[in-house]
């Protein structure tokens, strides 16, 4: 009953440096989302996919890549991490547009701390 | 475009009273579903509750109740008989039909239970 996997759960990078986080859900869920949560901020959406090979631009985009070659997998990567990203990291999934409409179902975070 | 509105940063309840925590939301879709989520100290987000607009009734999940009053566009979450396990972030969030992907989330009200 594994629902939505993060992996790493902690990570700490250099100003610099790149890294990929991973999501993985077992629902066969269309939607994926990736949202990071700062103080304060509330839950703010970088990037989403609506379904295998598509990903589109969320409030926060910049500074993150995404792919979705894979209907359960969605990654989000630093290509050249910068101290704003420290972060925690949600990855979230659900069904479709199907009413009644569908919660989210979310992993557990992951904390970034950028040095 | 659609907006949640959470007015209560923090709020603070004695252990078994009843509590509300309020939530307003704008959108000019006639179909939409709001939830609430729970975020505790140890991070995850859970889904507690849901509402659809077309629903009649109130949401009721165990000690969790929705009071929906489509003309005020409120769906403020109602809990009752507070236990110390219910301290936690409490987010709203709705989300759109016609298409929309994307849910919006409130920034959330912290909620401290007192013994």
């Known amino acids: 009953n594994a629902g939505v996997t993060q992996t790493p759960k902690f990570r700490v990078l250099k100003t610099g440096q790149s890294m990929t986080l991973l999501c993985a859900q077992d629902m066969n869920h269309e939607y994926m989302y990736w949202y990071r949560q700062d103080p304060g901020m509330g839950l703010r959406l970088i990037h989403y996919s609506v379904g295998e090979g598509t990903t589109a631009k969320g409030e926060v985009p910049d500074g993150y890549n995404v792919s979705r070659l894979k209907k359960q997998n969605f990654l989000l990567g630093l290509e050249s991490a910068a101290p704003s990203q420290t972060s925690v990291y949600f990855c979230a999934s659900s069904y479709s547009d199907a009413r009644p409409y569908q919660p989210q179902h979310f992993g557990d975070g992951t904390r970034l701390s950028i040095l | 475009a659609q907006k949640i509105t959470q007015t209560q940063p923090g709020m603070f309840v004695q252990e078994k009273e009843a509590v509300t925590l309020d939530c307003t939301y704008d959108t000019s879709d006639p179909s939409y579903g709001l939830f609430w989520y729970k975020q505790p100290s140890s991070g995850e987000m859970i889904f507690l509750i849901y509402?659809?607009?077309?629903?009649?009734q109130n949401a009721t999940e165990g000690r969790y109740s929705l009071n929906f009053q489509k003309a005020r566009k409120s769906a403020n979450l109602v809990i009752s008989a507070s236990q110390l396990g219910d301290s936690a972030m409490y987010f709203c969030a709705m989300r759109v039909g016609g298409g929309s992907y994307i849910p919006t989330f409130g920034r959330g009200t912290s909620l401290i239970v007192h013994p």
């Open positions: 509402q659809g607009s077309y629903d009649q």
